[in-house]
């Protein structure tokens, strides 16, 4: 069977846009680069002054405070 040259994305298993990929690290720099012209341009908001800020704030003083209610057990016992 004669070579062909590089593998394909396909045949080596990977997403066509993987960052593994040429093509997916172009896609991902398109990407950022549209983000941070959409938020110089006030399209988009910072994570802080986002609706989701107060809910991932929250969740994440929860997993705090079951972390440290589990180590409080865990030295009490």
């Known amino acids: 069977m004669a070579q062909r040259g590089t593998p394909t994305p396909g045949e080596l298993g990977l997403p066509e846009h993987s960052a593994l990929t040429i093509e997916g690290r172009v896609e991902r720099a398109a990407l950022v680069g549209t983000h ?8 988009e908001e ?4 986002s609706p989701w800020a107060m809910g991932l704030g929250l969740i994440l003083g929860v997993l705090a405070l079951v972390i440290a209610v589990s180590i409080g ?3 009490a016992g």
Not at 36 to 41: P, Q
Not at 46 to 49: N, P, Q, S, Y
Request: net charge positive.
């Open 46 to 49: 910072r994570l802080r002054k």
């Open 36 to 43: 941070l012209a959409r938020r110089r341009r006030g399209a």
């Open 73 to 75: 057990f865990y030295l």
